[in-house]
């Protein structure tokens, strides 16, 4: 079975200071890892994918297999930052099936 | 496209009661996956509809079952409601047959319905 760990429930920083949102999961095949954002009052929407390799609104997530994580990280945290932060895996066996995690809120204090 | 929308947006019930919540899909999605979100936890997966049939299910029980029409959109419906079905529902709509690590897989979410069951 899979699972997905956020162990922290609250992340608080300053506005300018560096991000890590940590993930871990497990699982023993090849998952697909995604980090969904809701913003107050907004639903639940895609951040990033590690196969897309991207960095979003300044976010980026590295897939580390030996580690079995996906920690997202900005270097400079912003205001509009501030959100619930959860991280998935998805799996297939001719159908997909995503494990979230328990997210974390960031606050940004200005 | 509206993305994906949820009926209605809020819906309080007594235990016992049976409820119907309703979803359409993105546009082109053929998908649907609903979840179920308790208060400060992550949303867990109840199960999957594809070509109206169900592909995937979690540890829900029985009570929790679904459909999907021809349209691709969804109902869930929930038997004999308890206390501890209070949640918010949420739906999601991906385009699957794409197949994994494809751009069509990622899910779309809606906003939900909140069910209260008194």
């Known amino acids: 079975a899979q699972r997905v760990t956020q162990p922290e429930k609250l992340l608080s920083v300053f506005k300018g200071a560096p991000v890590e949102l940590k993930c871990n999961y497990s699982y023993s095949g090849s998952p697909e890892l995604f980090w969904y954002v809701q913003y107050s009052r907004q639903r639940l929407q895609l951040l990033l994918r590690?196969?897309s390799r991207e960095s979003i609104k300044g976010f980026t997530a590295d897939l580390n297999k030996g580690e079995t994580s996906f920690h997202l990280k900005k270097p400079f945290a912003q205001e509009e930052d501030s959100a619930m932060y959860y991280c998935?895996?998805?799996?297939?066996?001719?159908?997909?099936?995503?494990?979230f995690g328990t997210g974390t809120k960031l606050q940004v204090i200005p | 496209d509206a993305g994906v929308t949820q009926s209605p947006t809020h819906l309080i019930k007594t235990r016992g009661q049976q409820v119907t919540l309703r979803c359409s899909p993105k546009s082109g999605h053929d998908t649907v996956s609903w979840y179920q979100q308790a208060l400060g936890q992550g949303p867990q997966f109840i199960f999957q509809?594809?070509?109206?049939?169900?592909?995937q299910r979690g540890n829900f029980p029985d009570r929790f079952s679904g459909h999907q029409f021809p349209n691709y959109s969804s109902e869930l419906n929930v038997n004999a409601l308890l206390l501890g079905d209070s949640a918010l529902y949420l739906c999601a709509s991906s385009q699957a047959s794409g197949g994994p690590f494809t751009s069509t897989d990622t899910q779309y979410f809606g906003p939900g319905t909140r069910l209260t069951v008194l």
């Open positions: 509809y594809y070509e109206e049939e169900e592909r």
């Open positions: 590690h196969i």
């Open positions: 998935a895996l998805s799996v297939w066996g001719g159908y997909q099936k995503v494990t």
